[in-house]
């Protein structure tokens, strides 16, 4: 490898112009490829990265010797597809969220790019976030207490997209959040949901994940909400947190709030406590910086990314399980033994 990173992006429609935009400004990173089946697509970004190279013919991009890392922002049916092609041509891949349409072609990726010795990274923008980093830091001191569940609410009104339903639009932002703070693998998902603006497709779904140590995650995903929200709240013994992505100063606060233990009188209820509230200070830093900048330093240092293929795998099993059980009438589907 040269001092630069080489990185190709396939998918120039909607979020691959930002994984371009930030590969072409990293340092020690280089916008060597655009590559889209449209070609007035692709004519439309030419000014934005002069110097790379264009071209509708992955092929093409995947004989590049000097192509080190391979980003795919196409649609989510064909993600694992591509990805194992670039796995196959010795590339190491970044792929957008969710990995795959299923665990198992989820497991194929991850599984390939172990067996090849190459990184194989998930866009799970909000692990990387520098809110939630700060909201896991807590947890793992203990500053929170033992943590008992938490929630996710991401609504808006729109948008509504007509081949993907609210969980898979939406649920792979908190699901990875959720398994990231928690730190345990889910043992069981399930989901309830009404499709009010298309028949079949969920505008709305609730959804609940089980942990082994007991905690518990809920999910609120909607496209037909009057609030716009991008918000995950942690409740703790001690401390409760919430983040917070639409506020802009305010991205994580912590709550002083908790039970009192129990003292042994008889007929004594269960007291609450109410102390400080405090908002640390969160960076700035744009999170898909910080995603791709993690992507080509997981590259050269050849250590695992944080949101790994098999992180990719963990949040496709959930999405799977939550759809079967949408389809069952919410009844909860157990998770299996991790691979």
């Not at 609120?220 to 639409?246: E, N």
Request: aromatic residues 6%; negative net charge.
């Amino acid at each position: 490898m040269s001092d630069s990173l080489s990185i190709a992006v396939v998918g120039l429609n909607y979020w691959g112009p930002n994984l371009a935009r930030n590969f072409a400004r990293l340092p020690g990173s280089r916008l060597a490829w655009c590559c889209d089946l449209d070609e007035e697509l692709l004519d439309s970004h030419r000014p934005n990265f002069e110097t790379a190279r264009f071209t509708t013919d992955l092929d093409e991009v995947l004989a590049d010797p000097d192509v080190d890392g391979v980003a795919i922002a196409t649609p989510v049916p064909t993600h694992a597809a591509l990805a194992l092609r670039a796995l196959e041509a010795g590339k190491h891949v970044f792929v957008e969220k969710p990995i795959a349409l299923t665990a198992a072609d989820a497991r194929a990726v991850a599984e390939s790019a172990d067996e090849k010795g190459l990184v194989a990274m998930v866009d799970h923008l909000l692990v990387h976030h520098p809110a939630v980093a700060k909201v896991k830091a807590m947890i793992e001191a203990g500053e929170l207490g033992q943590i008992y569940y938490l929630y996710g609410n991401r609504q808006n009104l729109g948008i509504v997209r007509p081949d993907e339903n609210a969980l898979w639009s939406l649920g792979p932002h908190d699901i990875s959040v959720m398994l990231h703070l928690v730190g345990e693998r889910p043992v069981e998902a399930s989901a309830s949901g009404e499709s009010y603006l298309q028949p079949g497709i969920e505008d709305v779904v609730f959804g609940r994940v089980r942990f082994p140590s007991g905690v518990l995650g809920h999910l609120h995903l909607s496209w037909l909400d009057p609030h716009k929200m991008r918000k995950m709240t942690v409740i703790g013994a001690d401390k409760m947190a919430v983040f917070d992505d639409m506020e802009t100063e305010r991205k994580v606060t912590v709550y002083d709030k908790g039970p009192v233990p129990r003292t042994d009188t008889y007929g004594e209820y269960i007291q609450v406590r109410s102390g400080d509230i405090h908002i640390p200070k969160i960076p700035g830093t744009e999170p898909l910086r910080l995603v791709t900048s993690h992507f080509i330093e997981s590259i050269r240092e050849k250590t695992s990314p944080l949101s790994d293929a098999w992180s990719g795998v963990a949040v496709v099993e959930v999405l799977e399980a939550m759809t079967e059980s949408l389809g069952n009438a919410g009844a909860p589907v157990a998770i299996g033994e991790a691979t």
